[in-house]
């Protein structure tokens, strides 16, 4: 279940050859960038762009993005750093040291008082709990962070939260609530047209009926997820 999480948490990444022109295009942007806040968004697309098949060097380029940050005064910049470095921390198994940094970027998050990202600080803040294992902690933080996304209205956030407390209710064996949950955000990914999230949605219902032993209805919602992922697949192809 934990690996089911992780995917949720990480973004689709593509594999790069050896030569990566893309990355030398950006690595020239970035020669020439003047030490302002689109130099920090750069560095982090930089860093983005390396992701996971080079994460130690994507770590130093978000570091970077992190100073210029502080240099500035760019809060944004700052939070930024920390949501894609403890990207790159779970993907290599840290989970103490995301936890770690996630709690603070919860503090500079409720500094500067915006109230969507201290939600999202503690979004993180449950994730790190649910890939540690510890599903109490997990739980009672997302519910701190859904009232704040729900009343703001980011479908896209929406649909994470409930998932991601979907997958905790999961792992602590509270299946109807999983289904209740999965089931929101299933809703809003359909609505919203967004493959790749029913996809997820769909597969961990097919978990949680697997677990009630109502095998057909896990197969039906299997067999959906694995259509979504194939119209993902086939429409990022295209778009080529």
């Given at each position: 279940?934990?690996?089911?999480?992780?995917?949720?948490?990480?973004?689709?990444?593509?594999?790069?050859?050896?030569?990566?022109?893309?990355?030398?295009?950006?690595?020239?942007?970035?020669?020439?960038?003047?030490?302002?806040?689109?130099?920090?968004?750069?560095?982090?697309?930089?860093?983005?762009?390396?992701?996971?098949?080079?994460?130690?060097?994507?770590?130093?380029?978000?570091?970077?993005?992190?100073?210029?940050?502080?240099?500035?005064?760019?809060?944004?910049?700052?939070?930024?750093?920390?949501?894609?470095?403890?990207?790159?921390l779970n993907f290599q198994g840290r989970f103490d040291s995301?936890?770690?940094?996630?709690?603070?970027?919860?503090?500079?998050?409720?500094?500067?008082?915006?109230?969507?990202?201290?939600?999202?600080?503690?979004?993180?803040?449950?994730?790190?709990?649910?890939?540690?294992?510890?599903?109490?902690?997990a739980l009672e933080w997302e519910q701190k962070a859904l009232?704040?996304?729900?009343?703001?209205?980011?479908?896209?956030?929406?649909?994470?939260?409930?998932?991601?407390?979907?997958?905790?209710?999961?792992?602590?064996?509270?299946?109807?609530?999983?289904?209740?949950?999965?089931?929101?955000?299933?809703?809003?990914?359909?609505?919203?047209?967004?493959?790749?999230?029913?996809?997820?949605?769909?597969?961990?219902?097919?978990?949680?009926?697997?677990?009630?032993?109502q095998y057909t209805e896990a197969l039906v919602a299997y067999?959906?997820?694995?259509?979504?992922?194939?119209?993902?697949?086939?429409?990022?192809?295209?778009?080529?």
């Open positions: 279940m934990k690996q089911l999480l992780l995917f949720l948490l990480l973004p689709c990444q593509l594999l790069f050859a050896q030569t990566d022109p893309t990355k030398d295009s950006l690595l020239n942007v970035l020669a020439n960038a003047k030490e302002d806040t689109n130099k920090v968004l750069l560095l982090i697309t930089v860093g983005q762009h390396l992701g996971y098949n080079s994460p130690e060097e994507a770590k130093s380029y978000y570091r970077q993005a992190k100073t210029l940050s502080e240099k500035l005064g760019y809060e944004m910049g700052v939070l930024r750093y920390y949501g894609r470095y403890t990207e790159v995301s936890l770690l940094l996630n709690q603070q970027a919860l503090v500079i998050a409720e500094k500067y008082g915006n109230k969507e990202r201290i939600a999202m600080a503690q979004h993180n803040i449950s994730g790190s709990y649910s890939l540690l294992e510890d599903y109490e902690k009232p704040v996304i729900e009343s703001g209205g980011d479908s896209a956030k929406m649909g994470i939260i409930y998932d991601a407390i979907g997958l905790i209710y999961l792992n602590i064996r509270s299946i109807d609530k999983a289904l209740e949950y999965h089931q929101k955000a299933l809703t809003i990914w359909r609505k919203t047209k967004d493959d790749i999230g029913a996809a997820i949605a769909l597969s961990n219902m097919g978990d949680a009926y697997s677990m009630l032993k067999k959906e997820s694995l259509a979504f992922s194939r119209k993902y697949n086939a429409e990022s192809i295209q778009g080529k």
